[in-house]
């Protein structure tokens, strides 16, 4: 019986030194040495010894510490040796708090969309006062003719400009008189009643060239539509003579007056003869409000004859 309990014992010693654990009870228990908490996960295995008397087994044998489950040999931790602390993690938090961002590469860089917009300072955008949107906008205007046009409304009685002798110099209503110095003598104006020499109604303007070199005329402003075309007509007769008469038609659409000036486009007469009436005829597109329409006649040669008559002025708005 009890070689049999020495058996048992031996047996067991030999398993615990095979397994290793005897070696590391040995290290635990040296002195110096820390002592080694269990892993609490390892499981304790107490061995059953069924035919050892407790009492007797307790005096001969000290009792075994409690063996652990067989793991690997753990390599031991040398008793000298510190283990190098980690940095707490507040350490890294402040680490990456204060560490500077790494910056984008430029061309990750958002780009911002530039915003096209006016100058400030530039003011709304508004269409200029051509001539074009005010012609659309407005209606055609009415014919001017009849009355003043026709030489019926009148004429004015006065003298000439130049100081000459003139008895009955009389402008129709509504006319200017132009004239220059001409040889030996200037041109008179006066009114006509003659019928044969009346384009229409019962009167005509009439200019003086018998026995005379020179230049006259008379002018008046007419009513336009910036922009619109205009249709300018005029009737006109001269006596027959040695040196035929030249008429012709002028117009400046800026409204000027002098009848020399640059602004004064000058148009011959369309037809011609002597001792009938002859129409002319020119269209213009009107840049102001008022151009102002000239009718001349010029008797080169001091010859007998070229007495001058205009009648039936016309201005028809063609439109835009």
């Known amino acids: 019986m009890w070689h ?36 609490p996960t390892q499981t304790r295995i107490v061995p059953v010894l069924p035919s050892l008397t ?14 652990v489950t067989p793991m690997p040999t753990p390599t031991p931790v040398p008793a000298s040796a510190t283990p190098s602390p980690l940095p707490p993690p507040t350490d890294m938090a402040v680490l990456s708090l204060s560490a500077t961002p790494s910056p984008l590469p430029p061309t990750e860089s958002p780009v911002p969309t530039p915003t096209v ?27 001017q003719q009849g009355r003043e046009w026709d030489m019926e409304a009148g004429f004015v009685p006065g003298v000439s400009p130049l100081g000459e002798d003139c008895p009955g110099w009389a402008v129709a209503v509504g006319w200017q008189a132009f004239l220059a110095p001409g040889t030996p003598a200037s041109s008179c104006l006066n009114e006509n009643k003659n019928v044969a020499n009346v384009r229409r109604g ?15 005329g008379i002018y008046r402003r007419a009513q336009t539509i910036p922009g619109h075309r205009y ?14 008469v030249e ?7 800026t409204g000027g007056e002098d009848w020399q000036a640059a602004s004064v486009m000058w148009h011959p007469w369309n037809e011609t003869g002597e001792e009938v009436w002859v129409h002319t005829q020119v269209t213009v597109r009107a840049s102001g409000e008022t151009p ?19 009648d039936d002025v016309r201005v028809t708005d063609l439109g835009p």
Request: net charge neutral; proline share 14%.
């Open 247 to 253: 008429l012709s038609l002028g117009v400046d659409l």
């Open 231 to 244: 249709q300018i007509e005029a009737w006109g007769k001269h006596v027959r003579s040695d040196s035929p």
């Open 4 to 39: 049999l309990a020495m058996e048992r014992v031996r047996s067991l010693w030999f398993f615990l030194v095979g397994t290793g654990l005897v070696g590391l009870l040995l290290i635990r228990c040296a002195p110096g040495n820390p002592a080694l908490a269990p892993t």
């Open 292 to 310: 102002t329409v000239f009718l001349k006649g010029y008797h080169p040669f001091a010859a007998q004859g070229g007495a001058t008559l205009f």
């Open 202 to 216: 019962e009167r005509s303007q009439e200019i003086t060239f018998d026995f005379i070199s020179a230049e006259a």
């Open 117 to 143: 917009e006016p100058p400030p300072s530039a003011p709304p955008t508004r269409r200029p006062p051509t001539a074009t949107p005010t012609a659309a906008a407005r209606a055609p205007l009415s014919p």
């Open 54 to 67: 407790p009492v007797a087994f307790a005096a001969s044998t000290p009792s075994p510490e409690p063996s």
